[in-house]
RNA sequence: GCGGGCGUGGCGAAAGUGGUAAACGCAGCGGACUUAAAAUCCGCCGGCCGUAUGGCCUUGCCGGUUCAAGUCCGGCCGCCCGCACCA
């Protein structure tokens, strides 16, 4: 007798079965035998309180992985946890007066019993939460062990200040100017703030990249962009006097030359600079110093017009349209500097396309080839010397607008005449280094992570602050530093801070009264090592048995935080002996998957419509509700804002879950964008009736396929 | 500007190392079943000519290599993503 697939019978019959014989449990090392292992995970979720179809995806690929390896014999280590600390916790601890903890719980409960219906090869033994005590706990231990190898430092520096989220960001978390979260213009601000020494592994987090033969190429690219190793040389400018600039007024040349702050820095250190073109410095004509600069601020403090300019650069800001659209900004502080290798003084200005955050803060310009160096020297009538020449072009080669930057011959440059660029950097670089006026340099562009973040729902930095022994680590056996649960959020900024007790502690070392640390660390701290955790709590050789990660999978918006900082913090672990992973690298294959992208729809007068709220009626869309037309717009990224959003929940109650994996697996490849259609969830439900009626169409399916090797299976599905 | 990727029917897309382009699915059309509809099943479904056997054309564009090119090479065009005053 034919029978109907119905999968909301067939769906929990099975899973209730896989769960009682601890199907997916994955077996220690010492257990396992002969199986080889494979781990395989895809990015941990934030309870956010909703699955999303995205999340479907990407764990509907992961499982398949996952089961196809467990079907050739793996010992499989697939797991889940949640991703729990964070600023939207706090968001409703502030608008609904929810306290963050058990807004996340609540949220974990509620995922997690979709992610069940969801009928994925999990192994839910390991499940952990980064907000449990236990797993911040384990983190501050590791956090004052990196402290003591000297992996973690504090300084005073600029940081990027997100005013909406009241808090600071790492340089990876602003993109084009605006917080990664609030989406808020970001400012600048001076602050002490804990940093890891992610620097210390630049060179090998590059070389590394190198070996990631399983990852798309596009995420090595950004990672090597990211780190951005360049070679050059870093040299001095040797202070030559000062003189008035050209076009001053007398008033202003008299005060430039009694001006003693003036003399004594004529007095300090020569200027620093760093350069990937030393085969240019006869073409240099200039020298300029950021805003920023020490130099700068210095000249700022003796001289109102230094300190009026560097206004005005700050006034300019930082996002991407400003500095796109910004003019080259200079002031001349009417000083000078010697050329390295001719009798020639070189004026030093302050100009607003020099970033302090790379190099030395300084570059000398040569504007024949370079072309920011270019516009500046022509809005600001400095020299232009050119000094290398295309192979085809003779000595009376000059310069227009664009700089020249190709290949070709020096001249006009001494001892460098007739060479070739590559043996010209060579001949200057040592020459410099000769006369002691600089040295070959690798220079990264990036810089070290900071963590510090000034928000309470996340991992407390255990130290505490005392007048007298300054910084001190907390005790381990006063491990973990607990979050206090009554904290209010009435107040803008730290909760943490406004904590009338949680802060006063004795000093561990002499017992006099002291202040406990209340920036709390980055979340993407806590995503950095729980492949670690998921490995083995404490068991280092079961965590060399697990890692690396065989089959890793997410979605690229991660390509350069999340994985970036994982990579350092294995090596960081590896270094301190608390994982055995010489490679460092945590991410033996990663997979970046598509979006899962829907139609847009827009009513009349403007508002968003979600899918639910429109019917198509032949060729035009119409608004349930109101019977009036709808706008059909892009097809966009699933987005709450757009409300094109389809619940995971209302597709599995109809069609069940294993058509919507089904669905988001098979109607466009896995790593590109799929456009959810009810038609095309329809046409998956039809194929999942296809192969239960093949099935149900068996004689005897059991006793055929055991007794013959599938063969009348096999004829009636190729049927 | 720099870097990475992509371009095949009405749509999502297949085509290991060059070897029958368009598998599979969606939509569409025709038919069976039904009082009717839904569901299901069967057939057709890149373009042009032809009743048909069949012929010619077709993988963004132009050219090249080859017995043979979606695939390899050169040059364009277009789209997507990332980075960007990085010295």
Redesign the pocket.
Known sequence: MATRYDPLIAEPKWRAAWDSAGLYEATPHDDAGDAPKAFVLEMFPYPSGRLHVGHVRNYAIGDVIARHKRAKGYNVLHPMAWDAFGMPAENAAMERGVHPGKWTYANIDAMRAQFQKLGLSLDWSREFATCDPEYYGEQQRLFLKLMEHGLVYRKASKVNWDPVDQTVLANEQV??GKGWRSGAAVEQKDLTQWFFRITEFADDLLDGVQTLNAWP??VR??QA??I?R?E?LQMRFEWAGAHARQGASAKRRSKLKISDGRKTLLESAPIAV????PDTLFGASFIAL?PDHPLSRDLAAIDTEVAAFRDQCAALGTS?EM??K????GYNTGLFVRHPFEDRILPVWIA??????????A??GCPAH?Q?DL?FARKFHLPVYPVVRPNDADATFSVGREAYTGPGVIFNSDFLDGLDIQTAKVAAMDKISERSLGEKTI?F?LRDWGVSRQRYWGCPIPVIHCDTCGVVPVPESDLPVRLPDDVGFDKPGNPLVHHPTWSSVECPICSAPARRETDTLDTFVDSSWYFVRFASEADKSERAYWLPVDQYIGG?EH??LHLLYSRFFTRALHRIGEVDLPSGEPFAGLFTQGMVTHETYKAEDGRWLSPTEVDRQVDTWRETATGKPVDVGAVEKMSKSKRNTVDPDVIIGEFGADVARFFVL????PE????W?Q??V???S??A??VW?VFDALPDPVDRITATGTSDLRKFSHK
Do not use: C, H
């Open positions: 993109i084009d190429e596009k690219t950004m962009n990211w951005g360049s050059g760093f350069t990937t073109r950021s991407e500095i796109e910004a003019d080259k900004l607003n396309f020099v970033l302090m955050g790379y190099g030395t803060g570059i000398f370079d920011r516009d220079n562009r690229v390509a350069v098979s109607d466009s490849p590109r964008d799929v456009e259609t038609a095309g329809e046409g998956a039809r194929f009736q296809r009626s």
